[in-house]
C-alpha cells in the first residue's frame, strides 16, 4: 500500500521567510496529492491540492510542486505570517477510486515568529 | 461548520469498556472516512465507506468495527478498549463519486481511555 514520508518535522521560520515541506510517496499509481492545514485543537482542512497531470499549482502565498519521476511533492508557503503557525500534512491517493483512501504523512509543525 | 458532524465531542471511559463514535456525512458525500490521531502518529486511516459498503481498510485493530448506515451517517465502534487507544478520531467525508477527492473533517472525538 501506499506511504508518504514528510519532512521535516518541525519547522521554526521568521515571519516574512518562506518555508518548505517535502513529502514523499512510495505508490507510483497514486495521482492526488492534497495538503491540509490543522490548528491546534482543530480539525484539519484543505488548503491546497495538485494532481498528476500538473507539475506546480499556486494560490496566493501558498504554492505545491510535484515531482512524479522522483515521487515527491513540496509545499512552498512565502512571506509567512504567525497565523500560518499549525500543523500541515501531506497525502496522496489514486483519485476517481472509492475504494482508495488519502494516506497523510506524519505532519510538520511550522511555527512562524514575528 | 463543515458540514460532517461527529458526535460526541469528548469521550471518557475505562479500559475493557466499548464506546461508538458517530458520524454524519456532508450532504450528498457517498464516502465516511475513518482516522486516528495520536501524538506524534500523524492521522492514521482506519476504514472507508462507500454508499454502506466497506471500500478500504488501514491499520484497523480487530477489536474496532465500523459501519455506513442506509442514510449515509457512519458508526466507529471501539471494544475492549486500552489505554492506547485514546486519541483524536476524526470522520471525514467526500464526494469521490463527483470527482472531488478532497475530504472535509469532521471536528473529531477525543477519546479519553482511564
Known amino acids: 500500500g501506499e506511504n508518504v514520508e514528510q519532512h521535516p518535522s518541525t519547522l521554526s521560520v521568521q515571519e516574512g521567510d518562506s518555508a518548505v515541506i517535502k513529502c514523499t510517496y512510495s505508490?507510483?499509481?497514486?495521482?492526488?496529492f492534497p495538503w491540509y492545514k490543522q490548528e491546534l485543537g482543530k480539525r484539519p482542512q484543505l488548503i491546497i491540492d495538485i494532481r498528476s497531470n500538473v507539475g506546480e499549482k499556486k494560490d496566493q502565498r501558498i504554492a505545491v510542486t510535484l515531482n512524479k519521476t522522483a515521487k515527491h511533492f513540496s509545499l512552498h508557503i512565502t512571506e509567512t505570517q504567525p497565523e500560518d503557525s499549525a500543523v500541515y500534512f501531506c497525502?496522496?491517493?489514486?483519485?476517481?477510486?472509492?475504494?482508495?483512501?488519502?494516506?497523510f504523512g506524519k505532519g510538520t509543525t511550522l511555527s512562524v515568529s514575528s | 461548520d463543515s458540514g460532517v458532524t461527529q458526535t460526541p465531542k469528548h469521550l471518557i471511559t475505562a479500559t475493557g469498556q466499548r464506546v461508538t463514535l458517530r458520524c454524519s456525512p456532508r450532504s450528498g458525500d457517498l464516502s465516511v472516512y475513518w482516522y486516528q490521531q495520536s501524538l506524534d502518529q500523524g492521522l492514521q486511516f482506519l476504514i472507508q465507506?462507500?454508499?454502506?459498503?466497506?471500500?478500504a481498510k488501514g491499520n484497523i485493530l480487530e477489536r474496532f468495527s465500523a459501519q455506513q448506515f442506509p442514510d449515509l451517517h457512519s458508526e466507529l465502534n471501539l471494544s475492549s478498549l486500552e489505554l492506547g487507544d485514546s486519541a483524536l478520531y476524526f470522520c471525514?467525508?467526500?464526494?469521490?463519486?463527483?470527482?472531488?477527492?478532497?475530504?472535509?473533517f469532521g471536528s473529531g472525538t477525543r477519546l479519553t481511555v482511564v
Open positions: 471525514a467525508s467526500s464526494a469521490i463519486d463527483r470527482g472531488i477527492n478532497g475530504y472535509t
Open positions: 465507506y462507500y454508499n454502506g459498503e466497506e471500500r
Open positions: 497525502a496522496a491517493s489514486i483519485s476517481g477510486q472509492a475504494g482508495t483512501a488519502l494516506i
Open positions: 505508490d507510483s499509481a497514486s495521482n492526488y
